[in-house]
Nanobody, 128 residues
Framework: QVQLVESGGGLMQAGGSLRLSCVAS????????MAWFRQAPGKEREFVAT??????????PYADSVKGRFTISRDNAKNTMYLQMNSLKPEDTAVYYC???????????????????WGQGTQVTVSS
């Protein structure tokens, strides 16, 4: 059982920056695959970025829409994951969700169904 709580969302002008945090509790997520998803009004929840467990040597994938602007990271000592969002655009407006799943050698990472645990979401609004 893992509880995930996101924070750091808010209102920002286009071109600005925000950093989202996801704090995990209940157990360590050191060996979990973790990810950020987002959902805009009237849209399906979409993949943003994922980060592999500390012991995995695999690369970090990003959605094409955020590549070069967003950076995912994790602090194992704090059991926390972050999403640094730079050069924000109005199309980044959405509820952002933190997700996690125990790593078991799975290859897929971009689908909602790939993850077992979810936070409540934090709203990000970017004005033009």
């Amino acid at each position: 059982q893992v509880q995930l709580v996101e924070s750091g969302g808010g209102l920002m002008q286009a071109g600005g920056s925000l950093r989202l945090s996801c704090v995990a509790s209940g157990r360590t997520v050191l060996s979990d695959m973790m990810a950020w998803f987002r959902q805009a009004p009237g849209k399906e929840r979409e993949f943003v970025a994922t980060i592999w467990p500390r012991w995995s040597g695999r690369g970090t994938p990003y959605a094409d829409s955020v590549k070069g602007r967003f950076t995912i990271s994790r602090d194992n000592a704090k059991n926390t994951m972050y999403l640094q969002m730079n050069s924000l655009k109005p199309e980044d407006t959405a509820v952002y969700y933190c997700a996690a799943v125990p790593y078991s050698g799975q290859n897929n990472y971009t689908s909602v169904s790939d993850y077992s645990y979810w936070g409540q979401g934090t709203q990000v609004t970017v004005s033009s």
